[in-house]
């Protein structure tokens, strides 16, 4: 296969800078564009450039129609309205679209679904290789030790993260529901304050921390009596999530039209 012709959104962003040198760096792929919102301070500059790396010639836009038509791939890490929008203009130019977007809901499941008809989407909270894996712990264990094990996910992210919890772990919370074979959106535990009663059995506790520069920290806790079992994954830099998001992109290229996750990507199903 020849280089595959990739276009990076959020080109202004933390993620979006770091996912541009990774693509420059990387033998299988060539950067082909970049995009960011109208009126963003980036528009017009050389991607290359903004990302801390040698002038590439690529001009960051916010004319995504035109830009997405030139392209194999898409890789967006942007906002939820962005994501959606992008799975559309993604769908009509028959390419791949990875999303490593947080915030999502299953209010836009349904979008996404209708746009991978036509596309492939690789979707995912958490690009990680390792994070992919202890999801996948995470599921066997919740299957394993059954309900009167309590499970708490407790996450930590830097300062400027605006959302929660964050979308790795929701990923841990759909991996554990999916273990116990319960919907997470009826069993998870968000917010405590003042007078609670008692923890809900079956339930599914989140607690979040921000703070500093943290790249990001999770762990599942299943609670029992006498004994608790902790799985965790330390981020230690954003690259796992570049590195992640490239190998996804790369991988769909051949791919059927239709919605993937890293687990497909990874060969955990």
């Given at each position: 296969?020849?280089?595959?012709?990739?276009?990076?959104?959020?080109?202004?962003?933390?993620?979006?800078?770091?996912?541009?040198?990774?693509?420059?760096?990387?033998?299988?792929?060539?950067?082909?564009?970049?995009l960011d919102r109208e009126g963003a301070d980036c528009i017009g500059a050389d991607a290359g450039v903004l990302a801390g790396a040698a002038e590439a010639g690529v001009t960051v836009s916010d004319d995504a129609l035109a830009v997405l038509a030139?392209?194999?791939?898409?890789?967006?890490?942007?906002?939820?309205?962005?994501?959606?929008?992008?799975?559309?203009?993604?769908?009509?130019?028959?390419?791949?679209?990875?999303?490593?977007?947080?915030?999502?809901?299953?209010?836009?499941?349904?979008?996404?679904?209708?746009?991978?008809?036509?596309?492939?989407?690789?979707?995912?909270?958490?690009?990680?290789?390792?994070?992919?894996?202890?999801?996948?712990?995470?599921?066997?264990?919740?299957?394993?030790?059954?309900?009167?094990?309590?499970?708490?996910?407790?996450?930590?992210?830097?300062?400027?993260?605006?959302?929660?919890?964050?979308?790795?772990?929701?990923?841990?919370?759909?991996?554990?529901?999916?273990?116990?074979?319960?919907?997470?959106?009826?069993?998870?535990?968000?917010?405590?304050?003042?007078?609670?009663?008692?923890?809900?059995?079956?339930?599914?506790?989140?607690?979040?921390?921000?703070?500093?520069?943290?790249?990001?920290?999770?762990?599942?806790?299943?609670?029992?009596?006498?004994?608790?079992?902790?799985?965790?994954?330390?981020?230690?830099?954003?690259?796992?999530?570049?590195?992640?998001?490239?190998?996804?992109?790369?991988?769909?290229?051949?791919?059927?039209?239709?919605?993937?996750?890293?687990?497909?990507?990874?060969?955990?199903?």
């Amino acid at each position: 296969m020849a280089e595959l012709r990739t276009v990076v959104a959020g080109a202004g962003g933390r993620m979006g800078k770091a996912l541009i040198a990774a693509t420059l760096a990387h033998p299988e792929l060539k950067l082909v564009g970049a995009l960011d919102r109208e009126g963003a301070d980036c528009i017009g500059a050389d991607a290359g450039v903004l990302a801390g790396a040698a002038e590439a010639g690529v001009t960051v836009s916010d004319d995504a129609l035109a830009v997405l038509a030139q392209c194999d791939a898409l890789i967006d890490f942007t906002t939820p309205q962005a994501s959606l929008a992008f799975s559309e203009l993604a769908a009509q130019a028959r390419i791949v679209h990875v999303i490593g977007t947080t915030g999502l809901g299953p209010e836009h499941e349904q979008t996404f679904r209708a746009a991978s008809r036509h596309c492939r989407i690789v979707k995912s909270g958490n690009m990680s290789l390792g994070v992919n894996l202890v999801a996948g712990l995470v599921r066997r264990a919740a299957a394993a030790l059954g309900p009167e094990f309590d499970i708490e996910v407790l996450e930590m992210h830097h300062r400027h993260k605006v959302d929660a919890p964050s979308g790795t772990a929701l990923l841990l919370g759909e991996a554990a529901a999916e273990g116990r074979d319960i919907a997470l959106a009826e069993n998870s535990v968000r917010v405590r304050d003042g007078v609670t009663g008692p923890r809900p059995e079956g339930a599914i506790g989140f607690a979040t921390l921000r703070g500093g520069s943290v790249v990001g920290e999770h762990s599942v806790i299943f609670a029992g009596e006498g004994e608790w079992i902790e799985i965790a994954h330390h981020a230690l830099d954003r690259s796992i999530y570049t590195r992640g998001a490239l190998k996804a992109a790369l991988w769909a290229f051949d791919k059927k039209p239709g919605l993937y996750h890293m687990a497909d990507v990874l060969g955990l199903h």
